[in-house]
């Protein structure tokens, strides 16, 4: 506990200079005068909800403190993922700062959430790994789910990666548009070959889902060779899926609303490379349904594998 104690308070202190660097410097975050003073506040109450930690084993109200803090780092954290994936692609993201401040926000969210769960007694005996398991019914049905909401988007994708219309738009006229807005010579090159990069990805993202909710993903199964029968550290599927259920889930869901808004009038919907505003919104129900469905059932998922796998000790 005093460990993660320590840690928290280092990671408060930094959060707290950069917002106050942010300030002083005039970056807005997000768009938005002032807001580096939030983040100084919640790296200060971070620090301060560290140093209580370090100094005695928390109590009820420190728990709640943690989880406070934990929640407000995690909302700073929303879209993340979009800036790994545009990195990864060789991408700039839109913004730096708000880019540095979601990655701190992340790494926050996961450390505030480990002291909390940190409730062993000094000297108490750390509890052995439980056993594999899969998780229950209800939750691998839900990575069912998840995992079918992928296919629309899939198959969009790779009709427009092999040549094909869908939406009013061909292939070709896709490939002119990602050239025109600027992707990677990775992400053309894998287009030409008849790769999309998002279905890659979207591939990763139900083996991660699968391995949240089968007994494979708590033990390296034979395939693995060298790593089989060891123990998979649990940040090793914690760490992304968090950040994914994090980002998606609030994102598709969100990303419902306004398009069912949209469907309805009330707003206008952008139109890009489209002809028409219904052709951009079906494109954009295949997508939001695709990131809602998917987002759900990792954070679903994720809980799951937290509670099966966690011992008296930490996150890790």
Known sequence: MTRNGWVVVAWGVGYA?????????GTALFGADRLG?????????????GWAAVRRQPSAWLGRALW???????????????????????????SVPDAVNRALAAAGALLLAGTARARRPAGGARRPAPAP????????LAAFAGTLAFVPYVVMK?????????????????????????????????????????????????FLLWALVRPWGQVFPRWTLLLRGRRVPRWLPLAPALLGAATLAPYGVVGT???VLCGAGVFGIRQGDFATPGQAL???????????????????????????????????
């Not at 003073?37 to 909800?49: D, E, F, L, N």
């Not at 803090?69 to 060789?90: E, I, Y």
């Not at 053309?188 to 139900?206: F, M, R």
């Not at 998917?294 to 509670?307: F, Q, T």
């Open 158 to 206: 790779l009709v427009w990666a092999f040549g094909g219309s869908f939406a009013g738009i061909s292939g070709a006229e896709m490939y002119d548009g990602y050239r025109r807005n600027g992707a990677s010579g990775l992400w053309l090159t894998l287009e030409s070959w008849g790769l999309d990069g998002t279905v890659l990805l979207a591939a990763i993202g139900v």
């Open 282 to 316: 079906e494109v954009a129900w295949v997508g939001i349904a695709a990131f809602a469905g998917y987002g759900v059932a990792l954070a679903l998922a994720a809980r799951s594998y937290w509670r099966r796998t966690g011992d008296a000790g930490s996150v890790c």
């Open 257 to 259: 609303g306004y398009l």
């Open 37 to 49: 003073w939030v983040v100084v506040a919640v790296g200060s109450a971070a620090a301060g909800a």
């Open 17 to 25: 200079g950069f917002g106050l660097g942010c300030e002083l410097s």
């Open 133 to 140: 398991s899969a998780a229950p019914a209800t939750v691998q």
């Open 68 to 94: 406070l803090l934990c929640g407000l780092a995690a909302t700073a954290a929303f879209s993340l993922l979009m800036d790994v994936l545009t990195l990864v692609f060789g991408e700039g993201v839109d």
